[in-house]
C-alpha cells in the first residue's frame, strides 16, 4: 500500500462524483460576496467618523455658551452677577453700608442701613450707575433706588384693625 491508502499494484481507482465535485470547486475561482451596504442615517448612528461631529465631546465652557446663547440668559446672567461682585462695583466702603435688593425693569433697589447713608447713596447714584454699566454691559440698570432702613412689619394676615399700633419708635 501506499501513503495515501490505495494498492501500490494497480491503477488508481475512476473518481466518485464527490470527488469530481470537490476537485471542480477547488479549482474554480474563489466567489466574491459582497456584502449590501446599509445606509445608516447619520442622526442614529451610535458612533463619529473621522471628522469632527457635533456628537464628539467638547469643553463645558463651550457647551454652556452655546446653552446660554440658545436659551437667550445672556442678560439673566449680566444682572445675576450685580450681587455677587457689589463690593467690586461699588467699593468696599458703600458695600459696607448698602446692599442691592431687587433688579426690576433695569431700576435697582438698594437699601442703606441708615438714613443718612442712603441720602448719601442717592447723591452717588450718578457714578454707581456708570460703573455698573462698565460691569455688567449698558442699559442693564438705568435707575438706583435707594431707600433707608425700614421698621418690622407688625400687621400679619389679611385683617387690619385701625389705629396707632405699637407704641414703639424705629429708625
Avoid: F, N
Avoid at 48 to 67: E, M, Q, V, Y
Avoid at 115 to 130: K, V
Amino acid at each position: 500500500m501506499s501513503d495515501d491508502g490505495r494498492p501500490a499494484d494497480g491503477p488508481p481507482p475512476p473518481p466518485t462524483a464527490g470527488r469530481r465535485l470537490l476537485d471542480r470547486a477547488r479549482q474554480a475561482p474563489p466567489v466574491v460576496r459582497r456584502r449590501r451596504q446599509r445606509r445608516v442615517d447619520p442622526d442614529d448612528q451610535p458612533w463619529s467618523g473621522a471628522g469632527a461631529d457635533a456628537r464628539d465631546p467638547a469643553a463645558l465652557g463651550d457647551s454652556l455658551s452655546a446653552l446660554v446663547q440658545e436659551r437667550k440668559w445672556e442678560d439673566a446672567l449680566r444682572t445675576a452677577g450685580i450681587p455677587a461682585r457689589w463690593e467690586q462695583i461699588v467699593g468696599a466702603e458703600i458695600a459696607a453700608h448698602c446692599r442691592p435688593e431687587r433688579l426690576e425693569d433695569a431700576t435697582l433697589t438698594c437699601v442703606a442701613e441708615s438714613t443718612a447713608w442712603a441720602t448719601q447713596i442717592r447723591l452717588l447714584s450718578r457714578t454707581i450707575l456708570e460703573r455698573l454699566a462698565s460691569e455688567v454691559g449698558p442699559g442693564v440698570v438705568t435707575k438706583v433706588q435707594v431707600h433707608g432702613p425700614t421698621a418690622p412689619d407688625w400687621r400679619h394676615g389679611p385683617l387690619r384693625v385701625t389705629g396707632r399700633g405699637p407704641r414703639d419708635t424705629y429708625g
